[in-house]
């Protein structure tokens, strides 16, 4: 992953003194991520984790899931608690300048209680609940955490319809067939990326609406429409390190930001 920057997207001309720490949060999303090497101790590599609710006897509709997940990744990066003085400062800020890893893990009743009192931040998307955590150590995951399963749960395609058009849209490459582990992973990098390649204002106001996002497959034919679209600057990519699932460099989620 690595900064962007939209061209066509319109900003206001001053930011309200209130603003001021928001833009603060916002300045340290926007300068992207450091991409350096891993560190000699395996245990110490930065990861977000990542909890999606997905009941046995109920199971959430995929794209509200990823949906939740999406919305709730870049909530942690731009909450005031990761921000300047924040109590997740020196976590969030050792995960963004080394190099990005999301883990995705799956929970049901107790475990997904348990995961509530974790710290980070639930989103619910049509009853569709994702929680992403404050990042840190892969050696020193809390054992709520830790002890939930990253696969062996998949999710149905749905059709949820057409996207909701005062929304930033989520278009994740149907070609690659990832599972919902993956995609959620994805579909958190991609918000994350938006959300920093977007003015302030904007996405001060997308703040205001909790990242709402639509999430939706996108067919090769349409895939390379959007492809254009990243190359001329109107949206953003995911290009996947390769470590599970996809191979390295593959463009895993583009990110078309709502109208102005």
């Not at 909530?75 to 924040?86: E, F, I, N, Q, W």
């Not at 090769?220 to 600057?233: D, F, T």
Request: net charge negative; proline share 8%; aromatic share 4%.
């Amino acid at each position: 992953m690595g900064s962007a920057e939209l061209s066509g997207v319109g900003t206001d001309p001053e930011i309200r003194d209130d603003q001021a720490a928001f833009a603060a949060r916002h300045a340290e999303l926007a300068r992207g991520y450091g991409g350096s090497g891993d560190p000699d101790d395996p245990a110490m590599v930065q990861a977000m984790q990542m909890v999606l609710h997905i009941p046995k006897s109920d199971p959430p509709a995929r794209s509200a899931l990823l949906e939740a997940a999406a919305a709730a990744a870049v909530a942690v990066c731009l909450d005031p608690r990761s921000g300047p003085g924040g109590e997740w400062e020196s976590r969030y800020l050792a995960w963004k300048r080394a190099r990005i890893r999301k883990v995705a893990r799956r929970a049901r009743g107790a475990q997904w209680v348990g995961a509530g009192e974790v710290d980070g931040v639930t989103v619910d998307v049509d009853g569709a609940q994702a929680r992403a955590f404050v990042p840190g150590p892969v050696g020193a995951i809390d054992q709520r955490i830790r002890k939930l399963q990253i696969g062996g749960t998949d999710l149905e395609h749905d059709e949820p319809g057409p996207p909701d058009p005062d929304l930033p849209v989520l278009w994740v490459n149907a070609a690659l067939e990832m599972s919902v582990g993956k995609a959620a992973a994805q579909v958190g990098h991609a918000s994350m990326l938006l959300a920093g390649a977007l003015p302030v204002a904007a996405a001060a106001r997308w703040a205001e609406r909790e990242f709402r996002c639509a999430v939706r497959d996108a067919e090769p034919r349409q895939w390379s429409h959007l492809v254009a679209e990243v190359a001329a600057g109107r949206a953003v990519a995911v290009r996947d390190a390769g470590f599970t699932e996809v191979a390295p460099g593959s463009m895993t989620v583009i990110a078309v930001p709502a109208p102005r």
